[in-house]
Structures are given as structure tokens and as C-alpha cells.
Nanobody, 123 residues
Framework: QVHVVESGGGLVQAGGSLRLSCAAS????????MGWFRQAPGKEREFVAAITWSGGTTRYADSVKGRFTISRDNAKNTVYLQMNSLKLEDTAVYYC????????????????WGQGTQVTVSS
């Protein structure tokens, strides 16, 4: 069992930046692929970014490529999502998830989920 907790959400103006953090409870955190997803009101949860256990491989949704960066610090059991050049359409609840697979880009590929953190981008 892996318990993950997101933090760092908030209100930001369009064009601004935020960094989300996801702290995991398990000492074997470095064995899990990690991902970020988001869900906007009235929409389905969508993939944002993913990273392998080593951090050597990452994947991004086309909508965030070049603006968001996923990274991890296995010594701190933490994965990050740096979000730059935020747009109104980035407003959503952002979820962190852990996968027993090396990397995954769909919700079905993840085994443990956090409760989410709200990101609101204003004009």
C-alpha cells in the first residue's frame, strides 16, 4: 500500500507558475512509476505527466508539453509537477498517482491515488 498526498495547489493568474508536490508514504517509493492527472469540472480525469521510478523517462500530455515538468526526488519520497505559463484551461483538481508499472499514461495503469489539490488559474 502506498499513501500519496498532494500539496501546492492554489490560485494563480494566467501566465504564472505553481509547483505541486506529492509525498509518498512508502520507503519503496523508488520502485513505483508516478503520474499526475487532472479533472476539470464536468470533464473526465485526464493524464498530465508521468515519470519512471528512476526519473530517466517522462511522458506528457500534448496540452502541457513544454510548459509542465515532472520530476522526482527518491530520497524524499516526493514527486513534483512544475507548471509554468499557466492557462485558464489548466484549472482543475490535480491528482498524484503511483503505479507498480514502470510508467503509465492512463488512469487504469495506476494503483494508488491521492485526494487531489485544486489549481485555479484566473484571468
Amino acid at each position: 500500500q502506498v499513501h500519496v498526498v498532494e500539496s501546492g495547489g492554489g490560485l494563480v493568474q494566467a501566465g504564472g507558475s505553481l509547483r505541486l508536490s506529492c509525498a509518498a508514504s512508502r520507503r519503496t517509493f523508488s520502485s513505483y512509476g508516478m503520474g499526475w492527472f487532472r479533472q476539470a469540472p464536468g470533464k473526465e480525469r485526464e493524464f498530465v505527466a508521468a515519470i519512471t521510478w528512476s526519473g530517466g523517462t517522462t511522458r506528457y500530455a500534448d496540452s502541457v508539453k513544454g510548459r509542465f515538468t515532472i520530476s522526482r526526488d527518491n530520497a524524499k519520497n516526493t514527486v513534483y509537477l512544475q507548471m509554468n505559463s499557466l492557462k485558464l484551461e489548466d484549472t482543475a483538481v490535480y491528482y498524484c498517482a503511483a503505479s507498480i508499472r514502470e510508467i503509465a499514461t492512463t488512469s487504469a495503469g495506476y494503483d494508488y491515488w491521492g485526494q487531489g489539490t485544486q489549481v485555479t488559474v484566473s484571468s
